[in-house]
């Protein structure tokens, strides 16, 4: 077995321009010939699920009532120093100003303070 590797590398070393040529040209002629794998790949993971899988039947619950491509993105601030002041206030109406900027963003919702008045 020591034989082939001693072999294969004598090769690999008197032929060193040769190799990397060769490795050039297939990568190239793999990248050309083969399909990309965005093409072979789902992006949607939930064929590989059974119909009566928790999530599938969450998503064909909430479809009706949740618009196709409109991703929520929670955001909860949170105080450690007890309840929520003033200046957390301001910096909450801040950060929801700046959300409301974002071209992308349908609509922002502040939900209110929490029982505790530790979170908005």
Known sequence: MTSIF?????????????V???WIVITV???QSFPSISSVSKSNNSDFLPANSPSNVAANLASP???SGV?????IVASTDGAI??????YIKGLTALFEKV???KSVVDSGISADGQAD
């Open 6 to 18: 001693t072999a294969l590398g004598r090769f690999s070393v008197r032929f060193r321009y040769f």
């Open 20 to 22: 990397v040529v060769f």
């Open 29 to 31: 002629a793999a990248v």
């Open 65 to 67: 009532v949740v618009a």
């Open 71 to 75: 991703f929520p993105v929670p955001v």
């Open 85 to 90: 002041n003033s200046n957390d206030a301001t």
């Open 103 to 105: 071209p992308t963003v």
